[in-house]
């Protein structure tokens, strides 16, 4: 039998992979007008960074990581997610201390042991943002109006920005206390997640989609009635910021995101296109995750898209040609004289292709058609005779005769025209 790609991962085939390409030319190309750069980091850490990290209690880390035995008995994990391997990167590296502002994103596969379904796999990609050294809530509202800036460039508009702020270590720890006295008394009719989730990560209940559920989690308390007045100061400036800049967005309590890092300002944008995985993508500061991972005491904020569901969310495109030249020696004595043309075409700069197996006429007049190509050029015993090529406009359905010697030139020029 034959074998089958793993469940929860997909192959990109050739035809999708033209909007993979779109989304991350459009990546690179806005990014970089943020000031922000590139920067690869490995697909496995130790497991230490994640639990670290991300933290040990959260769902990501304790239910959902790749992680695997080194044959030096280490333990490593396939990276959930990018920011804690991107913050290793920078203090393993220094950069902070040539770059106390510095901004880079990245791309590529990240895994996570989720249950598959539409829009969520084991293996799936994520574009990433990450500023580092900024504490002003002017990068908060320039780094949520940059994620709705690239769903924008990628042709995606049906979406809604949802924001909340999850407080600091000042006040958190106090609401998370409140959370779990009201808890106490009403977890034990929720369902088996909630009364878990009670008493090991009490903001984890504010995330539960079960149904039943809701009328209670109305009447916890709210984070946001609970914020010390440094964080009520910054999350109202990144609302006044994100006001002055036509950002519209829904404030929500209950956005607690799935990482323990996030201090602060938490957005996610959801689309409801995406059936029940609707968020493209999620983020938010996470101040306090560099020193905690043993570098300087410096702020970060940052998203990260999923690139599958963005690719979703893409408006359709018409099948791209990938074919300037078609060649059709049809003479036996033409195929020599089609290949060097050949060759001389593709050192052109164009795409220049023909049937090596010498099917029928039609047979490679479908071939052409398929490959949606611009010109096919036909040299048959007629126009061996005559030193010429039938050159045929598909677009146009028109056709001409071209002499030999001039037929490089003369393709350059429809070609590039
Ligand atoms: P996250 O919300 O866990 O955040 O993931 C961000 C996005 O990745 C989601 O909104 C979703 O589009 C996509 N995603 C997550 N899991 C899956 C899955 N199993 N299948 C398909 N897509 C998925 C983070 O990962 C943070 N590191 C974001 C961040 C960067 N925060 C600050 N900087």
Redesign the pocket.
Known sequence: MAIQAVR?TRDILPDEVGAWQRIEAAARDLFARYGYREVRTPVFEETELFARGIGAETD?VSKEMYTFADRDGGSLTLR?????GIVRAVIEHNLLNTDPALKVFAMGP?F?R?RPQK????Q???V???AFGFTSPTVDAETIELALAYLDACGVRQHELVLNSVGDRHCRPAYVERLRQALRDVAPSMCADCQRRADTNPLRVLDCKVEADQATIDTLPRITDHLCEGCATHFAEVRRQLDLLGVPYRLSHRLV???D??VRTTF??TSDLLGA?S??????R?DGLVKDLGGPDAA???????????ALLLPPREVEPRCDVFLMPLAAAALDRALRLQRELRGAGLAAMLDPEGRSFKSRMKQADKLGARFVAILGDDEMARGVYTVRDMARSEQQDVPEEKILDHLKEKANG
């Not at 829009?119 to 084991?122: E, K, N, P, S, T």
């Not at 968020?279 to 938010?284: A, N």
């Not at 970060?300 to 599958?308: L, R, T, Y």
């Open positions: 929860g990501i959930p997610e990018a920011t804690a990240m996570r989720e829009g969520r796999y084991r799936f990609h994520q990433d943002v990450e995101r799935g990482l890092y996030y996610e944008v995985q968020s493209v993508l999620g983020g938010g996470y970060g904020i940052g998203f990260a898209v999923g690139m599958e569901r963005l």
